[in-house]
DNA sequence: CTGTTAGCGCCTTCAC
DNA sequence: GTGAAGGCGCTAACAG
């Protein structure tokens, strides 16, 4: 496995002392340039390469942080954690990606492991729901920003959009092109699906706001967030004796399936029913049609969970604060007025 | 930041060493109940929690292996990714994530720096194209299993499908469906791209097969696999003086871009033109028409790739296997022979 | 400016 | 069965 070459050999094979090398290795001022010479040759004659692991026992912080989400493999989330990757990257911080499966129990668990195990300098975690009583258990461990909804109360630093807000435009803009009947799809209705429980509040409140009635037949839990989940509630909105004239899905991957059973259906989007989805993934422009979405804004998302997490890093101890990163409706064609798109 | 409790706190609070602690914490045989009893409240009572770094730097292993991939916002890598995150936490392994970018000079820096930095045990690169040459200035520092094309020549192990089987085998079916004017879309021509090298060898092996001329307007290069890619190409192909009947993409999502263009175009998919795909993400179920694509089994590559890097790990010194894993082309409706399609 | 000395927290050979 | 030392490789006091 190679020979492991210790500050120690090159420290020998320069013929100065341990210190000295450390001092060239890690760049510090009062070095003679001779000996600087001297011992970076020395450095590269060995090939030496620090061992990170003895440097992070000692300096008690590793340049590590985990990012801990749901599921990779969903789009959403993996979107995010490039963003989060590539700025951490540039900050030369590595990031370490462990799925909970949205499982608050595994959550918990694997946030008490990266607290305590000195692995990792921060974690930053994608949570559908952690309570703030959950957390208590887990002490001021490790510096921890949560991101999605803020269910941990003021216990921890948190990033997110207004899911209220972004959620009424997206519905505010189906009845400003004329639709009436609108369906809401998605939220599992258990505790820790707090996000759709906001976005079920702001498509809502639009509904009031406009005067219509809000019919609970109209809104279709979904178990979770997938594809396969939308064409399921679809079908069941479809057999309504008064079936919707719109879709606001509570992701876009309940809109790109919404969109496949509607096209089964024989149901033309937008013309017989406007789609609307939420998190703007790359697919979205992609569908057929293309999706109109709430899309947020990710790479600032993970700047400031980033910047937050590092002033923690760095010792800050000033209390909990809540980013609201903006979010904006992108219109498309699965929700364009009708007489646009003869097609 | 909490106290940390260590193993010799833990010893003074139960009157012993740090070594019978240390028994007790690894599970040591020959410990007496009574003492296991006395330390472990101790233990409990304190919250003691293992220091992994230093244990680490003890026992020159961590538990943790590198994921290098280009970009995990790629469906098909965000899936594998899924895939070996999984298998790994069922073996108590951590994958730290990291991003290439596809680029081979980042992608050999971060295998250099995963290799000697100690931080991880072993390393899984999926490669758009790591050359034999380069790997030679790594040395064997640490164990390394390629995935994607066998460009590294048999100097690593690796774990991959027969790319230009299964690309025969999805032109052969689009050949068997009636079609004759078989375009490709991807690969970008460079040295890095070996995966798209192999797929228009089948491709081109298929049509051959088939007493079909290989029309090298035909192939379509696109400078990535995005479905944005696509666009550019399919309007190339759909310029020419006989346009395809068919198309043969690279990957998913430039089948997806592809199915849209062509339904901008008011070209009918199977029914003008047939459309395939190649790695069966999840989307391509969902699109419109739903996509036949070549699936590989990506469970399968996931526990192949864990297996030989923890046989590596484990010290094994036979030289570099091959293991390849099975695909299998998956029919939906955008090949579907016309007549069963009105749509 | 450079060398010497201690540990960071843990595991493990050696004694008892 | 348990205690006492030593060291994994590195950096940060403290001299000099």
Redesign the interface.
């Known amino acids: 496995?190679?020979v492991a070459v210790t500050l120690r050999d090159v420290a020998e094979r320069a013929g100065v002392s341990p210190r000295t090398v450390s001092n060239v290795v890690n760049d510090f001022p009062h070095v003679s340039p001779a000996m600087r010479v001297r011992v970076q040759a020395a450095l590269d004659e060995l090939g030496y390469?620090?061992?990170?692991?003895?440097r992070?026992?000692r300096k008690g912080t590793?340049g590590?942080i985990a990012l801990l989400v749901p599921?990779?493999?969903?789009?959403y989330f993996?979107?995010l954690?490039?963003e989060i990757?590539?700025r951490a990257?540039e900050l030369g911080i590595?990031?370490?990606?462990?799925?909970t499966g949205g499982d608050s129990v595994r959550e918990l668990e694997l946030l008490g492991v990266a607290a305590?195990?000195?692995?990792v300098d921060g974690v930053i975690l994608s949570s559908l729901g952690l309570g703030g009583s959950a957390l208590a258990s887990l002490?001021?461990?490790?510096p921890v920003v949560l991101l999605g909804e803020r269910t941990a109360g003021t216990a921890l630093d948190h990033v997110g959009i207004d899911n209220v807000r972004a959620s009424m435009e997206a519905v505010q803009h189906l009845l400003d092109s004329g639709r009436t009947r609108i369906a809401a799809i998605g939220g599992s209705g258990t505790e820790w699906d707090a996000t759709s429980r906001l976005r079920l509040d702001g498509y809502r409140a639009a509904l009031v706001a406009a005067g219509l009635p809000v019919d609970d037949a109209l809104h279709a839990r979904t178990p979770h967030y997938t594809?396969a989940d939308a064409a399921v509630a679809v079908r069941k909105l479809l057999a309504l004796a008064e079936p919707p004239d719109a879709l606001f899905c509570f992701s876009d991957e309940l809109a790109?399936?919404s969109?496949?059973e509607l096209?089964v259906g024989g149901i033309r989007v937008p013309h017989d029913v406007s789609v609307v989805g939420f998190d703007d993934i790359?697919?979205a422009?992609?569908?057929?049609p293309?999706l109109t979405t709430v899309s947020p804004d990710r790479p600032g998302i993970a700047r400031a969970a980033l910047d937050l997490l590092l002033e923690r890093i760095g010792g800050s101890e000033v209390r909990a604060r809540d980013v609201r990163v903006p979010a904006r409706l992108v219109v498309r064609e699965s929700s364009m007025p009708v007489q646009t798109t003869a097609g």
């Open positions: 496995m190679g390469r620090p061992n990170l692991l003895a992070s026992l590793t590590i599921q990779i493999a969903v789009p993996g979107e954690a490039h990757v590539e990257s590595t990031v370490l990606i462990d799925e305590r195990s000195s692995w002490g001021a461990t490790v594809r790109a399936g969109l496949r096209h790359e697919e422009g992609y569908t057929t293309a």
